[in-house]
Nanobody, 126 residues
Framework: QGKPVESGGGSVQAGGSLRLSCKAS????????VAWFRQAPGKQREGVAG????????YYSNPVKGRFTISQDVSQELVYLQMNSLELEDTAIYYC???????????????????WGQGTQVTVTS
């Protein structure tokens, strides 16, 4: 198990789409949780989406439900965050977090995740 590595951030107009990738080596087998968090300037880090590898259960925070989709590519050890219908309020640094305890998925408690990526910037413009 190593530190997750994010990629895919960038700048997009409101209403557009972006896909983030997280290389989560060692966390795609059974019993793990890989989640996306985000932190906007001046705000606390908040949970966005989580993927439990036990049964493929997915979790979404209310602000992104229906717009974001989290998925996994086991062979590539990747977890994706497909973001559609992006809004100005989605502007933030997005972090991938991983934890070898699947039950933490959906709790959105940052202290329960011990492995964090460096983050990738997502900027939504008008």
């Amino acid at each position: 198990q190593g530190k997750p590595v994010e990629s895919g951030g960038g700048s997009v107009q409101a209403g557009g789409s972006l896909r983030l990738s997280c290389k989560a080596s060692g966390f795609t087998g059974s019993g793990n949780c890989v989640a996306w968090f985000r932190q906007a300037p001046g705000k606390q880090r908040e949970g966005v989406a989580g993927f439990s590898t036990n049964a493929g259960d997915t979790y979404y925070s209310n602000p992104v439900k229906g717009r974001f989709t989290i998925s996994q590519d086991v062979s590539q050890e990747l977890v994706y965050l497909q973001m559609n219908s992006l809004e100005l309020e989605d502007t933030a640094i997005y972090y991938c977090a991983a934890e070898p305890r699947s039950w933490v998925c959906g709790t959105w408690i940052t202290s329960r995740f011990r492995y964090w990526g460096q983050g990738t910037q997502v900027t939504v413009t008008s």
